[in-house]
């Protein structure tokens, strides 16, 4: 499993972005696919997970109605879209999989469940 996140950027508060996790082929079938972050001095958080079998999705409590994922299999390509950013949202955001139970929706959003990590991308939000 690879995977490859891109969408990163300098962003005004207010101001959307719209991350990108590339992932080798068929792992969107069988892996869910979270999205974490790290801030300097701060433990890599969750953000938002996607559940391979479904469209579910789960988002931490500070991005719930800002943030968006969503996947495209046939593009083998997870996205986090993020509106309304704030300051604090200023992190390095990373994509990982979790194989997860055969069978069910599974969309953890522990670190300590997923397996397989991409490198991050810088997002900066000013304000």
């Known amino acids: 499993v690879q995977l490859q996140a891109s969408g990163g950027g300098l962003v005004q508060a207010g101001g959307s972005l719209r991350l990108s996790c590339a992932a080798s082929?068929?792992?969107?079938?069988?892996?869910?696919i979270g999205w974490f972050r790290q801030a300097p001095g701060k433990e890599r958080e969750g953000v938002s997970s996607?559940?391979?079998?479904?469209?579910?999705?789960y988002y931490a409590t500070s991005v719930r109605g800002r943030f968006t994922t969503s996947r495209d299999n046939n593009k083998n390509t997870v996205y986090l879209q993020m509106n309304n950013l704030k300051p604090d949202d200023t992190a390095v955001y990373y994509c990982?999989?979790?194989?997860?139970?055969?069978?069910?929706?599974?969309?953890?959003?522990?670190?300590?469940?997923?397996?397989?990590w991409g490198q991050g991308t810088q997002v900066t939000v000013s304000s």
């Open positions: 990982a999989a979790s194989a997860g139970p055969s069978g069910g929706s599974w969309y953890p959003l522990s670190i300590y469940e997923y397996n397989y």
């Open positions: 082929r068929n792992t969107l079938d069988y892996y869910a």
């Open positions: 996607i559940s391979s079998s479904d469209d579910a999705t």
